[in-house]
């Protein structure tokens, strides 16, 4: 089951989708993130904890990205999951979410 939890970081609302955010979620997400925008222009969503993510899930974060732009709002995307980095990597979608999309460095990994 999917969810929307809301937490205060560093002086800012940040709404985080926990669990799946795909076709068994869609509908219900898409309700709650909407109604967000009612209430915060800005949006901060968290996708760290997303960990089962399809197309519709994909569907979903560029209609909302899109939604918040045509109320003149926007929505930035944060601290992306391995399975939604994996989805949006696959499908060539990282620049059309135009959102800093940061790689964790495995554990031991070096990088020059």
Not at 17 to 31: F, M, P, R, T
Not at 69 to 87: D, I
């Amino acid at each position: 089951m999917a969810r929307i939890a809301s937490r205060e970081e560093a002086g800012r609302r940040v709404f985080a989708v926990v669990g799946e955010l795909n076709i068994y979620s869609a509908a219900q997400l898409k309700d709650e993130l909407v109604a967000l925008l009612d209430s915060h222009g800005q949006l901060e969503v968290d996708l760290g904890s997303v960990d089962d993510f399809d197309s519709t899930g994909v569907q979903l974060l560029l209609m909302f990205k899109r939604e918040a732009q045509r109320r003149g709002g926007c929505v930035t995307y944060t601290r992306h999951s391995e399975r939604v980095r994996e989805a949006l990597d696959l499908l060539n979608l990282v620049a059309e979410l135009g959102d800093p999309l940061v790689i964790p460095l495995e554990s031991g990994e070096v990088r020059p």
